[in-house]
T-cell receptor, first 115, second 112 residues
Framework: AQSVTQLDSHVSVSEGTPVLLRCNYS??????LFWYVQHPNKGLQLLLK??????LVKGINGFEAEFKKSETSFHLTKPSAHMSDAAEYFC?????????????FGSGTRLQVQP | KAGVTQTPRYLIKTRGQQVTLSCSPI?????VSWYQQTPGQGLQFLFE???????NKGNFPGRFSGRQFSNSRSEMNVSTLELGDSALYLC???????????FGSGTRLTVV
């Protein structure tokens, strides 16, 4: 079985400071991992994905994440926060299991960016 | 290219009624997945269809059903609506490989 734990339900940063959103996963098989962002009253937008290639993954809008198998983590970072980054972020794990795909979402982290 | 289109955007239904939601995936995408998003339960997986076949199913009662047509468009049906079915229903499409999913803007269902 697979699961995702987002360690912080809320994170508040000042504009221009680094962002760290933490995600730990559990998977019986080699997982694919994703980060999605959801702005208010919008659907989900894919930020980046890890699919067993490079462990450091670069995404859109300056975000990146590092897959650490030994720590079962996939934390999302950005060097400098922008006001437009304020949104909810979801860590997602997907694995192929006996030919069928299961997709599990974390509970989300709401990012606030203070001016 | 056009994104994932969900219709309608908003729905208000009465308890006990049934509802059908529609999702048109990105052209060429054969996989369509459905999710329910509520403040209390977060994002929960309903089911996934690939080439008209249900490939995976989440832990929802049988009142929730879906189907996929030959053009990859998908519909989700909820029968005998309950107040707790009020949620944002999101549809996502993909090629079926591990390349991520593109989500629609969702259908907000309110059951009164």
């Amino acid at each position: 079985a697979q699961s995702v734990t987002q360690l912080d339900s809320h994170v508040s940063v000042s504009e221009g400071t680094p962002v760290l959103l933490r995600c730990n996963y559990s998977s019986s098989y080699s997982p694919s991992l994703f980060w999605y962002v959801q702005h208010p009253n919008k659907g989900l937008q894919l930020l980046l994905k890890y699919t067993s290639a490079a462990t450091l993954v670069k995404g859109i809008n300056g975000f990146e994440a590092e897959f650490k198998k030994s720590e079962t983590s996939f934390h999302l970072t950005k060097p400098s926060a922008h006001m437009s980054d304020a949104a909810e972020y979801f860590c997602v794990v997907s694995e192929i299991y006996t030919g069928r795909r299961a997709l599990t979402f974390g509970s989300g982290t709401r990012l606030q960016v203070q001016p | 290219k056009a994104g994932v289109t969900q219709t309608p955007r908003y729905l208000i239904k009465t308890r006990g009624q049934q509802v059908t939601l529609s999702c048109s995936p990105i052209s060429g995408h054969r996989s369509v997945s459905w999710y329910q998003q509520t403040p209390g339960q977060g994002l929960q997986f309903l089911f996934e269809y690939f080439s008209e076949t249900q490939r995976n199913k989440g832990n929802f009662p049988g009142r929730f059903s879906g189907r996929q047509f030959s053009n990859s468009r998908s519909e989700m049906n909820v029968s005998t609506l309950e107040l707790g079915d009020s949620a944002l229903y999101l549809c996502a499409s993909s090629t079926g490989d591990l390349d991520g999913y593109t989500f629609g803007s969702g259908t907000r269902l309110t059951v009164v």
